[in-house]
């Protein structure tokens, strides 16, 4: 089979040994949740109950009126606490719902359909959007939105995204292969929803086992097609997906149904199979906890909401001392400054590294790796030198805006440049002029 | 080493680091281009020791000193961090020495050495900051103010550290401007190639300049997309005027194997900070260096072209990488 790929990229060492055979464990249930009302790329949502109130499993807690927007979930039984404020993992505070188990583990009443072919495309979005799915690869674009594209695209096809370039993570290999019946089903639902007839896998070729899982599930239905990707970063980035299997450009400033094309992970996937087949809203997701930071990396069904510190003891507590605790891989995952904050569904791993020594940045000798790696086609070195000086309008004329901030261009720069948070200023500073 | 622009918090008796990503890093650094460029440059360093002698190695060192005594000064009163560790005034001065012919008195490479830096580099702002090749600055300097002596050239006296031959030979570019056939007749292509013949300390063999530009290949600090359309273009357009009138000009292999053609293409045109950044623009460049090098040795009173050349295009370089812009994923031409 012809192994496909996109132009640039960088290869870092995969990393991810420690948890690749492992299988996915639940994970206790905690004592406490935290639930952001914000856990999606949209409107906030507002709380549904109130403090003293007694929740069940999967029964909704909060929710916003905006069509891009997804509601939350209670993901344990219990009594809510506190409804505040509170450290999260994108950013600063944000309101919460805190729950407080019973211990008990009751679930709502839910019901789902086997039967799912017979469901209108509305049903399905609208079974999707009350389940609270969004894009579990990271992004966390609410999934109904993304399967409500504006009048006059024409989808035709739909990439199921199970590259999983990012160093460390593991979550969504142990999912193929382990889950592939459902995963597989979950995407037909998807298509479903928009009638898409010609859906891909694509997956990166280090990944031997889940492409034979995965392979075996298809079975030769000529619905779906298994497409065998070079293990590169960032391999699973959208763009870089559909430029790889389609060989189509998404263009710039545009989304990928400008060229017919919608892209999900295979969490997101799974997912729906849940919430149509089962009934279940998304209360729960697997990740990885990893890194050298930690006694015993394992792959683990979490409940959202779930603390770090608990996931942390659940693999046996930091190993030495922790020096960075990362939400996400190494590559986009954000550092966290405490380990009291939850993991949202958005949440695809927990890193924690230990030796973090950095060279001092210095200047750039315009060796051009960035601009090599990036697979984008920017020039990241100009992008930066010009948001340093506050020089905006060349910022964006050379592509600030189009940057997906994978980090390539920072990973190989031996000047050690924070290239990608100048440019994330220089996007910042932008969309806070036009808003002006 | 120092933590770099992170922010540190206190949390749960712990402090853990909070920073941009990506959280890691591929092991190159700056300083290791450098010195693994030194390193490259190291056979026909050895050689040009070999065959000029003691003097060679003297020039080398103090021309080497100097550039870096010269960094660390201008960094040390701008109250700048010193970072002469980075290799890159070491090279200037190794680059500067192997661009010298190998009888000069040491008080030249000296000057050369400081100009290199202070004039060609510092003044600018240090490392990256440089418009034009700072060794070839140095050389510049050195060429306009002593122009005797620096086109004085002892003949190659090859064996293991012998004193420098008092006889001024000439080198094989110089020959050239008495004539083709005189050049021919008085120097071997297998000499050049091997390098028992007259120049720069660090320009005689082309085999030991392939060597390390094969290392400096194989690290991917180099790529083709300057060495290769620059040796091409000088080899294809003196090779035209070959073609037309082989009793004027020289045969086209004389012009690649002499002079300082492969140390300039492979070694100095292709510095990092004063070359295009893109692929498209560094062939302009190198297109563009190949012109001037041919034009200058076939038609000025000049022998050599390759610095200027270098200079030159060093110059073109910003308006070249302004008009070689990458297309961005995703762009639509205005045309399309």
Request: aromatic content about 6%; overall charge positive.
């Amino acid at each position: 089979m012809k192994i496909l790929t996109f132009p640039g990229g960088v290869h870092p060492p995969t990393s991810k040994e420690a948890t690749r055979d492992k299988k996915i464990e639940p994970a206790k249930i905690p004592e406490r949740v935290i639930i952001p009302l914000l856990q999606h790329t949209g409107a906030p949502g507002e709380a549904l109950v109130s403090k003293g109130d007694r929740v069940t499993v999967g029964q909704k807690i909060g929710e916003a009126k905006a069509f891009v927007s997804a509601p939350v979930h209670a993901t344990i039984s219990g009594e809510v606490i506190e409804i505040k404020p509170l450290p999260y993992p994108l950013g600063l505070n944000t309101d919460s719902i805190v729950i407080q188990s019973d211990g008990k583990d009751e679930w709502l009443e839910v019901e789902g359909t086997k039967d799912w072919k017979a469901l209108s495309p509305d049903k399905i979005r609208e079974t999707i959007r009350e389940a609270g799915i969004v894009g579990l690869g990271g992004a966390a674009f609410p999934t109904h939105v993304k399967l409500s594209p504006p009048e006059g695209k024409k989808i035709d096809a739909y990439i199921l995204n199970g590259a999983e370039c990012e160093p460390y993570l593991t979550c969504d290999y142990r999912l193929m292969v382990e889950r592939p019946k459902e995963i597989l089903e979950g995407f037909r639902i998807l298509m479903a929803a928009l009638s898409v007839k010609n859906g891909y896998i694509g997956i990166e070729d280090n990944k031997r086992e889940a492409i034979s899982a995965m392979g075996r599930e298809l079975n030769g239905e000529p619905d779906i097609q298994m497409k065998v990707l070079k293990t590169k970063y960032p391999q699973g980035g959208e763009k870089q997906l559909i430029k790889a299997i389609l060989r189509k450009e998404v263009p710039s400033g545009g989304l990928p149904f400008d060229v017919g094309v919608l892209v999900s992970n295979v969490g997101t996937a799974f997912s729906c199979w849940e919430a149509v087949v089962s009934g279940k809203p998304l209360v729960e997701r697997v990740i990885t906890v990893t890194g050298p930071g930690v006694k015993e990396p394992k792959n683990l069904r979490v409940r959202i909401g779930t603390r770090v510190s608990d996931l942390i003891e659940a693999c046996g507590g930091f190993n030495g001392k922790p020096g960075k605790i990362i939400m996400g891989g190494p590559m986009m995952g954000l550092t966290q400054f405490t380990d009291e904050v939850p993991v949202i569904k958005g949440t695809s791993g927990i890193l924690v590294q230990t030796d973090v020594l950095w060279d001092e940045e210095i200047a750039c000798i315009r060796c051009g790796k960035c601009i090599q790696s990036c697979p984008l086609y920017l020039m990241p070195t100009m992008i930066s030198l010009y948001s340093k000086r506050g020089r905006l309008e060349e910022a964006k004329d050379y592509g600030a805006l189009d940057c997906i901030e994978c980090g390539a261009c920072g990973y190989t720069c031996p000047a050690r440049i924070p290239l990608v948070q100048w440019i994330k200023y220089a996007k910042r500073e932008l969309a806070k002029k036009k808003a002006q | 080493m120092q933590k770099g622009n992170l922010q540190k918090r206190k949390l749960n008796n712990q402090k853990l680091i909070v920073s941009a990503p990506p959280h890691i890093r591929d092991g190159l650094t700056v300083r290791r281009i450098m010195w693994e460029v030194v390193l490259a440059l190291g056979p026909t360093t050895l050689l040009g020791i070999y065959i000029f002698g003691w003097r060679a190695l003297t020039i080398i060192l103090t021309s080497t000193a100097t550039a870096i005594l010269t960094e660390a000064a201008i960094q040390k009163f701008c109250k700048k961090k010193v970072a002469v560790a980075d290799g890159s005034a070491a090279l200037t001065g190794l680059l500067l020495a192997l661009n010298l012919p190998p009888g000069v008195p040491l008080w030249l490479a000296g000057i050369g050495g400081a100009m290199a830096i202070g004039l060609g580099k510092q003044v600018f702002g240090g490392l990256g900051n440089n418009p034009f090749n700072p060794a070839l600055v140095g050389r510049v300097v050195l060429l306009i103010s002593w122009p005797n002596l620096m086109t004085t050239w002892p003949k190659p006296t090859p064996g293991l550290f012998r004193s420098v031959d008092v006889v001024t030979g000439a080198t094989p570019l110089g020959l050239l401007k008495e004539g083709a056939a005189v050049a021919t007749s008085q120097v071997s292509l297998w000499d050049a190639f091997w390098g028992n013949i007259g120049g720069c300390i660090g320009e005689v063999s082309a085999l030991a300049l392939l060597i390390g530009a094969i290392f400096l290949f194989w690290r991917k600090h180099i790529s083709w997309h300057i060495p290769i359309p620059f040796i091409a273009t000088v080899v294809l357009v003196s090779g035209i005027f070959w073609l037309l009138n082989p009793a004027k000009y020289v045969h086209p292999l004389f012009h690649l194997l002499t002079g300082g053609l492969i140390l300039g293409a492979f070694f100095m045109a292709t510095d990092m900070v004063t070359s295009p950044v893109t692929r498209k623009g560094q062939i302009i460049f190198a297109v563009g260096c190949g012109l001037i090098t041919v034009a200058i040795r076939l038609f000025s009173k000049s022998p050599e072209g390759v610095s200027f050349a270098i200079l030159m295009m060093n110059g073109a370089t910003p308006l070249i990488d302004r008009w070689t812009r990458l297309r961005k994923f995703g762009e639509v031409s205005v045309n399309a």
